[in-house]
């Protein structure tokens, strides 16, 4: 089972900086959290990942808060091409299989 | 490097026949998954390999369904007498175990059984 709690769905405006959030307040030491998304009538796509430390890539980035209990993905500045399902996920990392959850459907309003 | 590549993109299959997809994973990638997602759902996980072996699978892997990596690169899965329930995306994945780097999805194929 998903062991994270997500909003089924928001709205962000284009060109705005789109945060979504995340509880997982039964993670363990050693689990990651993951980021993926699926655009429609796509296989899921992967973002970024973090284990304690804020993370930074070209594509998003996520804050996770310091008793790591929940986080949020940051896409800084929204386009159309960002609508998507995104899904938050703890494994215990890379070798670990994706268990996913209904995830957050974000949609980009122009 | 082309991705990993699903066939067929769609199926339609009537109630009872057996069905079987393939999936071609990223080269050299050594651990491969399947996954079956139906609509407004995430994606659930059935089964993986690494290599030719079969390490896991979900219970929702039934009877009716096999799993295979002969030689530890395409996979295949096949599904016997299928039902209108087994209509669904299956989505395949696969990564390089113990590499930096993150599975990497298939397009999926899509099924639906009338």
């Known amino acids: 089972d998903a062991k994270t709690t997500q909003p089924p769905s928001m709205d962000c405006a284009e060109g705005r900086a789109a945060n979504l959030p995340c509880n997982h307040s039964?993670?363990?030491?050693?689990?990651?959290v993951y980021w993926y998304r699926q655009i429609h009538s796509q296989g899921p796509q992967y973002i970024i990942h973090?284990?304690?430390n804020n993370e930074t890539n070209e594509m998003a980035s996520l804050i996770i808060t310091e008793d790591r209990k929940s986080s949020t993905l940051i896409l800084p500045h929204a386009t159309l091409r960002d609508t998507a399902v995104y899904y938050c996920?703890?494994?215990?990392?890379?070798?670990?299989?994706?268990?996913f959850g209904k995830g957050t459907r974000l949609h980009i309003l122009p | 490097d082309t991705g990993v590549s699903q066939n067929p993109r769609h199926k339609i299959t009537k109630r009872g026949q057996n069905v079987t997809f393939r999936c071609d994973p990223i080269?050299?990638?050594?651990?491969l998954y399947w996954y079956r997602q139906t609509l407004g759902q995430g994606p659930e996980f059935l089964t993986y390999?690494?290599?030719?072996?079969?390490?896991?699978k979900s219970r929702l892997l039934s009877d009716r369904f096999s799993a295979e990596r002969p030689k530890g690169s395409f996979s295949t899965l096949e599904i016997q007498r299928t039902e209108q329930g087994d209509s669904a995306m299956y989505l395949c994945?696969?990564?390089?175990?113990?590499?930096?780097?993150?599975?990497?999805f298939g397009q999926g194929t899509r099924l639906t059984v009338v």
């Open positions: 973090g284990l304690k």
């Open positions: 080269s050299e990638h050594n651990r």
């Open positions: 039964t993670i363990s030491g050693n689990e990651y």
């Open positions: 996920i703890v494994r215990v990392g890379r070798d670990d299989k994706i268990i």
């Open positions: 994945a696969s990564s390089f175990s113990g590499r930096a780097t993150e599975a990497f």
């Open positions: 390999f690494q290599n030719e072996a079969q390490l896991e």
